[in-house]
């Protein structure tokens, strides 16, 4: 069945770093994948998504790109923030039903 | 104006007891699903409807069972309720043929 591995956390970073998440999936046909945001005490949001191999989905400054050949769609900001602190969830969806990683805990320290 | 709200926000019940979560969408979608989160944050679908239609019933007890009074509510009723239905339960909705899918606050359910 369709499956999803991210990095596992907790992630701690210092304000303007660099942060990468690492996503891996496995799954028949082309699934679509996402990154969805779980900001503290809040749902899931949106963060960025790619529907085809090569696309790019970015989105207030994380970019991902969608691997085929990796089977990859690792997670990237060139400068995090104090407010990017949250967990973090790769996606895949194959037949409109989303399968999530584990979630990976961000924390950004000022 | 919520997209997707959820009552209650936090629910405490005793083991045994018979509990429901109301979920309501006012973004005009036919699709809605149920997402259980554990402790660990795993998140894992349980049960989408389209326009009122169960299409995706995963391997959940049927001490749960959901219920559509119409496209805009999706209500989750939780029978003989158990210490491992402890978790936090999102609601969500999509558009039909649309990966996106919108999602409420959740509710944290606590069963002592």
């Known amino acids: 069945g369709d499956s999803v591995t991210q990095m596992e956390g907790p992630v701690t970073l210092s304000e303007e770093a660099f942060l990468t998440i690492n996503c891996t999936y496995t799954?028949?046909?082309?699934?679509?994948l996402f990154w969805y945001v779980q900001y503290p005490g809040e749902g899931l949001q949106l963060l960025l998504k790619?529907?085809?191999?090569?696309d790019k989905g970015s989105n207030k400054g994380f970019e991902a790109t969608y691997r085929k050949e990796t089977t990859s769609f690792h997670l990237e900001k060139g400068s995090v923030q104090v407010s990017d602190s949250a967990v973090y969830f790769c996606a895949l969806d194959n037949d409109y039903k989303l399968s999530f990683g584990a979630g990976t805990t961000v924390t950004v320290r000022a | 104006d919520t997209a997707v709200s959820q009552t209650p926000k936090y629910l405490v019940t005793q083991m045994g007891n018979d509990k429901s979560i109301k979920c309501e969408q006012n973004l005009g979608h036919d699709t809605m699903y149920w997402y259980k989160q554990d402790s660990k944050k795993f998140l894992k679908i349980m049960f989408s409807y389209n326009n009122k239609e169960l299409i995706i019933n995963e391997t959940v007890p049927n001490r749960f069972s959901p219920k559509s009074p119409d496209k805009a509510h999706l209500n989750l009723h939780i029978n003989s309720l158990e210490l491992g239905d402890s978790a936090v339960y999102f609601c969500a909705s999509s558009f039909p043929g649309s990966n996106e899918q919108f999602f409420g606050p959740g509710t944290r359910l606590t069963v002592l």
């Open positions: 799954a028949t046909g082309y699934p679509s």
């Open positions: 790619a529907t085809k191999a090569d």
